[in-house]
């Protein structure tokens, strides 16, 4: 069963820019163009925790019950 994680628009928009900040920031020469894509480093680093806190509290029940089924 897949899992599904519920995201805002907001939430969205973040990974979505995450994702073009990433595929630019493989050519980049130009100053400014890092300098822009430093600034967003604090906002992607909130994403990634908050993704990481919600998956563990909808992953915990998922991974006690699998630890419970090998003993």
């Given at each position: 069963m897949p899992y599904t994680v519920k995201t805002n628009s907001a939430?969205?928009?973040v990974w979505l820019d995450m994702i073009e900040m990433?595929?630019?920031s493989s050519?980049?020469?130009d100053e400014q163009e890092v300098s822009?894509?430093?600034?967003?480093l604090d906002r992607?680093?909130?994403a990634?925790?908050?993704i990481q806190t919600r998956?563990?509290?909808t992953l915990a029940p998922?991974?006690?019950?699998?630890?419970?089924?090998v003993r």
């Open positions: 939430e969205e928009r990433r595929n630019l050519h980049v020469y822009k894509i430093l600034t967003e992607y680093l909130a990634f925790e908050a998956l563990s509290k998922t991974l006690n019950d699998n630890q419970a089924d």
